[in-house]
């Protein structure tokens, strides 16, 4: 039986899948309902993924991870999903912090403020499993963010973790902001954040708001990738829970999110129009 880490062999059905979910995100068209049998476990869930992945034929820059309902942590055997960021939908913040991202209109939109980590050396690609002190040694540095989680599919999250992995993760970018230089000096609740739609603060948090912190992230994703066969890479970036929550977004809404004096990282938004790339 295939583990929910292991990195599944595609078929038939997950290729159809990644098929349909890749087709609507290039011509930004909204999926009514999810396109073929609801995966039930998260190795299913992945299999679509990863044919996505091939499909799709970007660089993958980095991964958000996400945290799985704890009503569901039991059932599917695992804490978080989590899902590729490619090279195309990654944005440096801009000054003014209204970077422009796409959304898909009649899909699934939303801001995430993150904590991101960058690594700075290689994951020893044989190492399948990683402590939080090991993951806490190996070379890295952490970075404000906010994630823009989206998918054609409106019902994704209802749907739950397995069609989450199925679809990215959920992801259609990430806003990249600057280093926390004082990163590990204090304690998690001292990193706080804050979210705003349209000026209104819509959530609030810290990196203590990620169930056992944003290095917990990190960890997962260390042993989860490499039993993948897609063990991290130095560069490579973890973007490591939603630190304020999951916060709605539509077409021409201004977000951005606040570090305090860390800085921080917004966007402004505009329906997501047919890419144009060809199939592979």
């Given at each position: ?20 979910f ?17 995966p ?27 945290k ?9 055997g695992?804490?978080r ?10 944005w440096?913040?801009?000054a ?8 898909f209109?009649?899909?699934f ?6 904590f ?5 050396e290689?994951?020893?690609?044989v ?11 190996l070379?890295g ?6 994630e ?8 994704i ?7 989450v ?8 970018g990430l ?25 209104a ?13 944003p290095m ?8 989860h ?20 929550g ?21 966007c402004?938004t ?5 890419t ?5």
């Open positions: 039986m295939t583990s929910p880490t292991a990195r599944p062999q595609g078929g038939a059905a997950p290729l159809a899948i990644a098929q349909a890749v087709a609507a995100r290039r011509a930004a068209r909204p999926l009514p309902d999810f396109p073929g049998e609801v039930t476990t998260l190795a299913q869930g992945y299999a679509i993924q990863e044919e996505a992945i091939e499909l799709w034929g970007d660089e993958i820059v980095g991964w958000k991870v996400g799985i309902p704890d009503e569901l942590v039991g059932p599917l695992q804490t999903v989590t899902g590729p960021i490619f090279r195309e939908q990654l440096a913040a801009d003014d912090n209204r970077n422009p991202v796409p959304v209109e009649g899909g939109a939303a801001l995430e403020a993150e991101v980590y960058e690594l700075l290689d994951a020893p690609p190492q399948l499993d990683w402590t939080l002190a090991e993951a806490e040694r070379k540095r952490m970075r404000i963010g906010a823009m989680a989206g998918s054609p599919l409106a019902t999250n209802e749907l739950g973790p397995t069609v992995a199925a679809d990215f993760g959920n992801n259609n806003i990249l902001g600057g280093l926390l230089a004082d990163w590990g000096a204090f304690v998690d609740s001292a990193f706080a954040c804050e979210t705003y739609i349209d000026g603060r819509v959530g609030q948090g810290s990196a203590a708001t990620i169930p056992g912190g917990e992230s990190v960890r997962f994703l260390l042993e990738t490499a039993r993948r066969g897609r063990p991290l890479r130095a560069g490579q970036l973890i973007s490591t829970g939603a630190a304020t999951i916060h709605d977004i539509g077409v021409g809404q201004i977000g951005r999110v606040s570090f305090g004096r860390h800085g921080a990282v917004g402004r505009f329906a997501a129009a047919q144009g790339r060809p199939e592979r």
